[in-house]
């Protein structure tokens, strides 16, 4: 917990693992489960299967770029609906870059593809602007030293 004077938002997560790393590297299993209070329900995790992880199960490599995904999204609707723009979807198929060669490993890049799909008569300039805008107030982007980059596509409903 952060001390007394402390002023602003904490974040708690939770995990769990039980199992045993008696038997080496190769052998302890690497799911677990997580929780964000004040959810009382857990979803299971796993390290990525590079890692000896289960691949069926997301890793924590996925939900930090699934992260950046979520608040960048967050920030774009809250600076649209400021603006009056008129939101009708939003998709972003984000990805992120772990070289092999970079010590210590680590996520150097994540890329951001949102489709944003705004009612007919809405000016694209200005919703790419916002998209940028967003992404200058995206807490997470904000707290990464990774390089989070934002590569929209505007879509017009007719």
């Excluded at 998709?91 to 970079?102: L, N, V």
Aim: hydrophobic share 40%; aromatic share 6%; net charge negative.
């Amino acid at each position: 917990m952060p001390d007394k004077d402390f002023r602003g938002h904490v974040y708690s997560a939770r995990v769990e693992w039980s199992g045993s790393t008696g038997m080496g590297y190769r052998a302890y299993p690497r799911a677990h489960t997580a929780w964000t209070p004040p959810a009382t329900e857990g979803f299971d995790l796993s390290s990525d299967a590079h890692f000896r992880g289960d691949p069926d199960l997301p890793n924590p490599e996925q939900l930090l770029v699934l992260a950046a995904s979520s608040c960048q999204l967050l920030s774009f609707l809250a600076v649209a609906s400021r603006g009056g723009v008129d939101v009708l979807g939003y998709a972003d198929d984000a990805t992120g870059e772990m070289p092999d060669d970079i010590v210590p490993q680590r996520i150097t890049r994540i890329v951001l593809r949102p489709v944003v799909t705004v009612a007919a008569g809405t000016d694209l300039p200005t919703v790419e602007r916002m998209t940028h805008e967003a992404h200058e107030q995206c807490y997470i982007a904000n707290s990464l030293t990774t390089d989070v980059v934002v590569e929209p596509e505007i879509v017009v409903r007719t």
